[in-house]
């Protein structure tokens, strides 16, 4: 007789897997634990057929049980949890493998006596034809009799194994997972349960029921659950609570379905991903995947752990096919994903930790890239398909030994095929993907062992360069350079290194020669004419200097000294021609003082300069001299001190070309120097700014002082006439009040060259101011002091004083020459309309006086030294 001896009628299968187990415990305690699990697997997949649902043997066994909860199959949640902890159980004694020995006996009773219970609740509440009176016989204890008979083991078709998945951390939440037997940490695991028992209850209560805590215990919860169960579910607005009764919040659940369904769908997801139940791909296109690629709750850790399952199964997948690209195609696996991946593989393995998919990954990257290499493509190409970055090729000459020299062969290989097809230098370094240091450097070696392509590249290179000559004849360099297939890189490497003796460098050198003096003829600067050419500044530098070039050099200096004349034929400035000839404006100086001593190059300028510049930068002073000081006027001129006086002592000492400026320019230093005296400045500073020499200023000094004498006297009456007292004359005009009077008293007695002065300061000044005094004096008995005082802006003290010493005014009697008249007053008033509306300098013609003006007309003030 056996425990499961009911289970006959009801389910043969079950019944065979209950007497085996039975009879293990006795025989083979170990057995146990494996027939266990399809025991339970078993009623799983009734009760899923029962509720509708299918099976999935890569789903974990609990969560299909808790499927089983939460569909309208009424199952207890005692029931559920009986069977997860039988299920549990197993697992655990699988786990614990140090004590196997020790406790397997006891194990295997204990799981039979569970297992037991779980049938007869099977059988009980899922059997149709069940009579409650005829009821189940109670567990009876093993007997134990240790014989060796075996019970049939039965068969069960289509029914493997569950696998189980469990990761550190959960799908869910992310927070370290301790469960063994669960994708979910105990948290997400405890919201499920609770899920699964609420839908549970309201399937079995209906949704508008209204119960208590005692029913929730009858129902089958276990009482120390049913207060957490409560408040977890009042926490997350499923349940409400008033008093001792509690209803179903109906207002929440289809979000808080879809919230649940969602912890169950990401672990569907990872589960069957992670048996390989759907691809990559498909992962990557499901919406959990893309919400937790945007990092949206609860799908952020399932994307993670996805991507870190990508990368599992690339590696795998790797280890089988040995085909990165396949493998890439078939994990979906990004370039992302891929370079993160590679730089942690790199980085263990540098530390000793050697993973074999990586190692099969870089030779396999290894060969494709050899194999790119040897077909021509392009390094960048290469690099770019590839993903090979600077770090990575480093890395290869360490890992593997033979990369190198297996690199070098192919990019000899290429250099050769780059010389047969007529590559230029920088073409085919492209092409095998070399620096220049290194092809220069394979070169070497090739020529110093006397390898096969040094020759090679030796008949090219002179070949070309015998080309390149031909075509320089009729082309620029750069255009030479193209069609004899070099660079002008190139070009440049050739020529620093050929033999100066040799025909390439001879002929190359006179070509270029000439081009660059044809475009200096042209009025190209030196470095207009270097890049128009081509050439480096270096090269023309030599051909200056080396004695070798000496015919250059002559005809460089030729094209300069041309270059220079016709600047001074087309009035450039020497600043303009000295850019244009390529030297220095005292270079230009220079040149023609050597063309003035006789040399035969530079005397062409000498000729012109002296015949052409110089006469004119003559008339320019002197013309800008008018309305310029000196100094200004040589600027204007672009006439140099040297210049001014070289030509000024010609003109001096009898030089016919120069004599008519000596004398103009000695009459401008004359006027200068009165100019500056009139200003008050100094006999010294006057000299100086003239430019006057001691001898000059002798000769002239008696024109010079007169001169000075006029300006005086012409302030003098302007000043009078603009109503201004004799002490203000005589301040603005330089000199004393008596010497005002010398020069009225001198031509009162009639000397010839004060006589006007007389006239005019008498008329305009003596007679308005002393006749009005005089009257006072005679008619009106007023004291001389008052009258002097009440007409302080018509004359002073001192004007009196001398009245009264000469005669002029009277105490009591006037002595002037003649009564004032009608006459007279006309006479007056010309003299003022003559003062003011003339300015007093421009007298009559008739006066002894001239026509100087004080207004700093200096060029008037020359007129009147001339004239004298």
């Not at 909860?69 to 159980?89: C, D, G, Q, V």
């Not at 370039?335 to 074999?356: A, C, K, T």
């Amino acid at each position: 007789m056996s425990n499961f001896d009911f289970l006959k009628d009801f389910d043969n299968t079950l019944w065979k897997l209950g007497n085996r187990i039975e009879k293990q415990v006795n025989t083979s305690p170990s057995g146990v634990k494996a027939d266990a699990t399809t025991f339970l697997e078993h009623i799983l997949k009734k009760l899923l057929t029962m509720a509708g649902l299918k099976y999935n043997s890569r789903k974990p066994f609990t969560d299909q049980v808790d499927a089983v909860f939460r569909s309208n199959l009424k199952m207890s949640n005692a029931y559920r949890e009986r069977i997860k902890s039988a299920y549990n159980y197993r697992n655990k004694i699988h786990d614990e493998f140090d004590d196997i020995e020790k406790h397997e006996f006891e194990d295997a009773v204990q799981l039979h006596e569970k297992l037991f219970y779980i049938a007869r609740k099977f059988y009980r509440d899922y059997n149709d034809d069940y009579d409650e009176y005829k009821g189940v016989p109670d567990f009876k204890p093993l007997k134990f009799d240790f014989s060796t008979d075996e019970v049939e083991m039965v068969k069960i078709k289509d029914f493997n194994e569950i696998v189980d998945v469990k990761y550190d951390y959960c799908v869910v939440c992310g927070e370290p997972n301790h469960l063994n037997y669960s994708i979910y940490c105990h948290k997400c695991s405890r919201k499920l349960d609770n899920a699964n028992n609420f839908i549970s209850i309201r399937n079995a209560f209906g949704k508008d029921a209204k119960f208590t805590k005692e029913d929730l215990i009858e129902y089958g919860m276990p009482e120390g659950y049913v207060n957490q169960f409560i408040n977890s579910m009042v926490r997350e607005n499923m349940l409400k609570v008033a008093g001792r009764f509690i209803t179903f919040n109906n207002m929440y659940l289809e979000d808080y379905l879809k919230r649940i369904d969602s912890y169950i769908s990401v672990g569907e997801l990872i589960t069957r991903f992670k048996e390989d139940k759907i691809s990559p791909d498909d992962i990557k296109m499901s919406m959990e995947y893309k919400l937790g690629k945007n990092k949206q709750e609860p799908f952020y850790q399932f994307y993670k752990i996805t991507n870190r399952e990508i990368i599992k199964k690339f590696e795998k997948d790797l280890l089988a096919t040995e085909d990165i690209w396949k493998s890439i195609d078939y994990t979906a696996v990004t370039d992302h994903q891929l370079e993160r991946w590679y730089n942690i593989r790199l980085g263990n393995y540098r530390r000793g930790n050697v993973n074999e998919s990586f190692v099969i990954f870089n030779k396999l990257l290894i060969k494709d890239y050899l194999k790119l290499k040897s077909e021509g493509i392009l390094e960048a190409e290469i690099r770019k398909t590839l993903n090979v970055s600077d770090e990575v090729y480093e890395f290869w000459c360490d890992f593997d030994r033979y990369f190198e020299r297996n690199l070098k062969q192919i990019k000899l290989d290429l250099i050769a095929e780059g010389i047969d097809r007529h590559m230029t230098k920088s073409e085919i370094i492209e092409y095998a993907g070399v620096t220049a240091k290194e092809y220069d450097d394979i070169f070497k070696v090739a020529d110093r062992k006397g390898e096969s392509i040094a020759e090679i590249r030796k008949r090219e290179i002179e070949s070309r360069k015998k080309q390149f000559v031909k075509y320089l004849l009729n082309f620029d360099l750069k255009i030479a350079c193209k069609k004899a297939l070099f660079t002008l890189d190139d070009f440049y490497e050739y020529y620093d290194t050929a033999d100066v003796n040799s025909e390439f460098h001879v002929k190359s050198t006179r070509i270029l020669m000439d081009k660059y003096l044809a475009q200096r003829r042209l009025g190209k600067t030196r470095e207009e004419a270097i890049e128009k050419v081509g050439i480096k500044e270096k090269y023309l530098d030599h051909w200056l200097k080396w004695s070798v070039y000496a015919e250059f050099k002559d005809e460089d200096l030729r094209v300069t000294v041309d270059l220079i004349l016709k600047g001074f034929k087309q009035d450039k400035p020497l600043s303009d021609i000295a850019q244009t000839a390529g030297v220095t404006v005292n270079a230009i100086k220079s040149y023609v003082k050597l063309g003035e001593r006789g040399s035969e190059i530079y005397k062409p300028l000498y000729d012109y300069y002296e015949a052409e510049i110089i006469p004119q930068k003559l008339d320019n002073f002197l013309n800008g001299n008018k309305t310029k000081s000196i100094k200004k006027a040589m600027e204007s001129a672009d006439l140099s001190e040297d210049d001014l006086n070289r030509y000024y002592e010609l003109g001096k000492n009898g030089d016919e070309r120069f004599e008519e400026f000596y004398k103009e320019f000695y009459d401008i230093k004359k006027g200068t120097y009165v100019y500056h005296k009139k200003r008050g400045k100094s006999h010294k500073i006057a000299m100086r700014e003239s430019r006057l020499t001691d001898e000059e200023y002798n000769e002239s000094k008696e024109d010079i002082e007169k001169l000075l004498k006029m300006i005086k006297i012409n302030i003098v009456l302007e000043t009078v006439a603009a109503d201004k007292t004799s002490n203000v004359a005589a301040s603005k005009a330089g000199c004393t009040v008596d010497e005002i009077y010398e020069w009225y008293f001198k031509g009162r007695s009639g000397d010839e060259y004060y006589k006007e002065f007389y006239e005019l300061f008498h008329k305009a000044y003596v007679r308005p101011s002393a006749v009005p005094l005089q009257e006072k004096l005679d008619n009106e008995n007023a004291k001389l002091d008052t009258l002097i005082k009440s007409n302080k802006d018509k004359f002073t003290k001192k004007d009196v004083d001398i009245w009264l010493k000469h005669g002029i005014i009277h105490l009591g009697v006037i002595h002037l020459d003649e009564e004032k008249d009608d006459e007279d007053d006309d006479e007056e008033e010309e003299v003022r309309k003559f003062a003011l509306d003339k300015r007093i300098g421009r007298v009559n013609p008739r006066s002894s006086l001239g026509g100087v003006q004080d207004n700093g007309d200096i060029e008037e003030l020359k007129r009147q030294i001339l004239k004298k």
